[in-house]
């Protein structure tokens, strides 16, 4: 067994196969609704991580993979196992670094063999035109005006109706305008305007207080969900329509819509039922108004 995986890893796995069998949804789904490459889905539900990228991004996939499937409830377990796998990687990556330092200067002996120092003469021919370029642009700004060598301050050219300069000072900003140079105050406690921050992603949550069976579809389409779900576990889907589910036993069953607990589904019920809940928050009993 190589280090990429380990039996806690692999019994994960097997828990992400069966929540995603349960649910009769496929590899090929899974990858159409995340994006992430099958081999790497085949890889999380196997507990073979090798080939995979760092650990960090191994974690956004099994995020992503156990919310599509509502398998949170394994993600503490899944985070703590591969913060293992990263520190068993970690020291390795460090033996293999190459140090450069030292291939440079051979352990601090000499420079190596075949190293060729640079010219002399092509270095000072480099700072002879570095200079002469340098004066050459103080000069010009000089003569023709756009640099105060006594301010060390901008101003803006000279035009036609012989203007005296207009000085900007420091803390303004230079703004070009018909071919001149316009002063632009900033305010000192001027800030960026944050973009809003986006709305969650319209979900639900069941909870299952005692062993309830449950029938959950979406619109109009088929039922992805037919089981019994056990007590204590969890189920998380997304609102992209109105889901319509049948509770064998509405007592048994705690719904978290949009974040907002609506508690248990109806505590004096005696058989099943079947409610609608939308998108927008709102809900209701089928068959009723």
Do not use: C
Not at 35 to 54: A, H, Q, T, V
Not at 178 to 187: C, N
Not at 244 to 268: C, E, T, W
């Amino acid at each position: 067994m190589n280090d990429e995986m380990n039996d806690a890893l692999i019994a994960l796995g097997q828990q992400v196969l069966e929540r995603r069998e349960s649910i009769g949804m496929t590899l090929e789904t899974v990858y159409d609704r995340t994006k992430i490459r099958p081999e790497y889905l085949r890889g999380i539900e196997s507990g073979d991580y090798k080939g995979f990228p760092e650990v960090v991004y191994i974690k956004g996939f099994v995020r992503t993979y156990l919310k599509l499937i509502g398998a949170e409830d394994l993600q503490e377990d899944f985070m703590n196992e591969l913060d293992k796998l990263d520190k068993t990687k970690s020291p390795r990556k460090q033996e293999n670094k190459p140090n450069n330092i030292s291939k440079i200067l051979n352990n601090g002996s000499s420079i190596p063999k075949g190293f060729k120092p640079a010219s002399h003469f092509w270095l000072f021919l480099v700072l002879i035109t570095a200079l002469l370029g340098t004066a050459a642009y103080v000069w010009y700004a000089i003569t023709y005006g756009g640099f105060d060598p006594k301010t060390f301050e901008f101003f803006k050219f000279g035009n036609s109706n012989n203007n005296p300069p207009t000085i900007i000072s420091s803390g303004d900003l230079g703004v070009i305008v018909d071919g001149e140079i316009e002063s632009v105050t900033l305010s000192e406690d001027e800030t960026v305007s944050e973009e809003p921050e986006t709305e969650p992603e319209p979900y639900i949550e069941v909870h299952a207080i005692n062993d309830v069976w449950m029938s959950v579809a979406f619109g109009n389409a088929q039922p992805i969900f037919r089981r019994t779900l056990k007590r204590g576990e969890v189920m998380r889907w997304d609102l992209t329509n109105y889901a319509r589910i049948n509770f064998g036993r509405p007592s048994a069953a705690q719904v978290i819509l949009n974040g907002k607990d609506l508690g248990i589904v109806n505590p004096s019920a005696k058989r099943s039922e079947t409610y609608i809940y939308n998108p927008d928050g709102t809900f209701r009993r089928s068959g009723t108004r």
